[in-house]
């Protein structure tokens, strides 16, 4: 079993920056594929980033060239560098984990953590 945890949520003005980190333990060695999710009031869940390694990476068209995953095995943490933000990143963001390779992991969750872009 994969538990996730994240952190570095907050309140943060447009235009500003934050960066989410999401640590996994347990079974952490079985993990292939890290990335994050998220849910904004009243939407589904959506796919942000995932990483499977530094040179297979994948994001939304709403965040490209704003956002930027990335993963430290040594550490088991995967990182989200939200720069640009605007006021619809306002969401809670999840951190997602599979054991196999996939742009869509969905085998482990976190318990989320909200980011609010004011404008």
């Known amino acids: 079993q994969v538990q996730l945890v994240e952190s570095g949520g907050g309140l943060v003005q447009a235009g500003g920056s934050l960066r989410l980190s999401c640590a996994a333990s347990?079974?952490?060695?079985?993990?292939?594929?890290m990335g994050w999710y998220r849910q904004a009031p009243g939407k589904q869940r959506e796919l942000v980033a995932t990483?499977?390694?530094?040179?297979?990476?994948n994001y939304a068209d709403s965040v490209k060239g704003r956002f930027t995953i990335s993963r430290d095995n040594a550490k088991n943490t995967v990182y989200l560098e939200m720069n640009s933000l605007k006021p619809e990143d306002t969401a809670v963001y999840y951190c997602?984990?599979?054991?196999?390779?996939?742009?869509?992991?969905?085998?482990?969750w976190g318990q989320g953590t909200q980011v609010t872009v004011s404008s």
């Open positions: 347990g079974s952490a060695l079985s993990i292939s594929t």
């Open positions: 997602a984990a599979d054991g196999v390779y996939t742009y869509s992991p969905k085998a482990y």
């Open positions: 990483i499977i390694s530094s040179s297979s990476r």
